[in-house]
């Protein structure tokens, strides 16, 4: 069962996208597919209870399907880093909070699981842990989505150093275009490309453009004709 932890650049980098993104794929191929995301702060109030957003849209990409809970078991209501958000909940997270209920849900047979993060790749879960040594503690390889931007190449290759230097391989990466003046420059925007492809120790799954669509079904339909599986395509 291939599994992957999905992490950023920074917040919207387009994690959510790019995950949608691949499972929709994955179901495209046949495949069985599991979206979870541990962690979600900015969260609604429903009659349901807390609802995320980004969670529902990988809840939509599961095949077979899955309740709520069972992708998100951890939702918070402010919009700020997870863990200032659960101590204002007044909850005690760590990562063996977050192991537990994952286990069971990655020892389902699926033709692609993949755990999205929250934020960036030091994003803190409290006073000592990052969110994540969650993909250390579940033995996942990493897919990085980097937002295409002024600055990204820095970005990228420090996140990726980071990922490296926490002992998990890097499976590939994801450019998600995030500033169209950043690809005005057709000939500058290639070379950026490029540099990305030549120092990030890992494929380039696919690069994703500004998307007209507006439904996160409709998106994630969209990006899957941008991208490849790892180990797959």
């Known amino acids: 069962m291939p599994a992957y932890f999905v992490t950023g650049t920074d917040t919207d980098a387009g994690k959510t996208l790019v995950t949608t993104g691949l499972l929709a794929l994955a179901r495209r191929r046949g495949l069985s597919t599991l979206g979870l995301k541990p962690?979600?702060?900015?969260?609604?109030?429903?009659?349901?209870?807390?609802?995320?957003?980004?969670?529902?849209?990988?809840?939509?990409?599961?095949?077979?399907?899955?309740?709520?809970?069972?992708?998100?078991?951890?939702?918070?209501?402010p919009a700020i880093a997870p863990h200032l958000a659960a101590r204002r909940a007044g909850v005690?997270?760590?990562?063996?909070?977050?192991v537990d209920p994952l286990r069971p849900m990655l020892a389902l047979e699926r033709g692609l699981t993949l755990v999205e993060g929250a934020g960036g790749w030091r994003v803190p879960l409290n006073e000592d842990e990052d969110l994540a040594g969650l993909a250390g503690r579940l033995g996942l390889p990493v897919i990085l989505v980097v937002g295409l931007k002024l600055g990204c190449l820095n970005h990228a290759r420090l996140t990726a150093e980071a990922i490296v230097a926490d002992g998990q391989p890097l499976a590939?990466?994801?450019?998600?275009?995030?500033?169209?003046?950043?690809?005005?420059?057709?000939?500058?925007?290639?070379?950026?490309?490029?540099?990305?492809?030549?120092?990030?120790?890992?494929?380039c799954l696919g690069v994703v453009p500004r998307l007209a669509a507006r439904s996160p079904r409709a998106l994630a339909e969209a990006a899957a004709d941008h991208l490849v599986l790892p180990d797959v395509d």
């Open 39 to 77: 962690v979600a702060s900015g969260c609604e109030r429903t009659a349901d209870g807390l609802r995320n957003a980004d969670a529902l849209a990988l809840q939509a990409q599961c095949a077979p399907a899955q309740p709520y809970a069972a992708i998100n078991p951890f939702a918070f209501a």
């Open 92 to 98: 005690a997270l760590g990562l063996d909070d977050l």
């Open 172 to 203: 590939g990466w994801v450019g998600n275009l995030l500033d169209p003046a950043f690809a005005s420059d057709r000939e500058l925007y290639r070379d950026n490309l490029a540099t990305l492809t030549h120092r990030l120790p890992g494929p």
